[in-house]
């Protein structure tokens, strides 16, 4: 399967979905870190693709979604952005809204 689509099949399985560098249980940089805990905190279930596993897609990537640095944030397929932006959009309410929305659209 070609590397952009292994991206987009990563992109279709759950409505938020976050390449990041290691696990949410176990994440190997501050901001892959703070951005799983954002996640956590905004309650959601989410998909989470550790580029480490993959150089090929980890250097695809930033040429798919034009954003140089990880981790990136992508709700319904849709790139978000890094972790400063996810801060952001969780002290101003946006992110759960995003999220919310876009996980009830696909539960109905």
Same mark, same amino acid.
């Given at each position: ?37 954002? !996640?956590?905190?905004? /309650? ?6 550790? =580029? ?7 250097? &695809? *990537? %930033? ?9 990136? !944030?992508?709700?319904? /397929? ?6 400063? =932006? ?7 309410? &946006? *992110? %759960? ?12």
């Amino acid at each position: 399967m070609d590397v952009t689509e292994r991206i987009k099949q990563h992109l279709a399985t759950q409505p938020v979905v976050l390449f990041m560098k290691g696990t949410p249980d176990f994440p190997q940089c501050g901001f892959s870190a703070q951005t799983v805990a954002v !996640l956590k905190h905004v /309650g959601t279930d989410f998909h989470a693709v550790n =580029i480490f596993e993959d150089l090929e897609l980890r250097d &695809e *990537l %930033k040429r798919f979604s034009n954003w140089p640095t990880y981790p990136q !944030l992508y709700v319904k /397929g849709e790139l978000i952005g890094g972790c400063d =932006i996810a801060m952001q959009m969780l002290q101003n309410g &946006e *992110l %759960k809204q995003l999220i919310d929305d876009a996980t009830s659209k696909s539960a109905a």
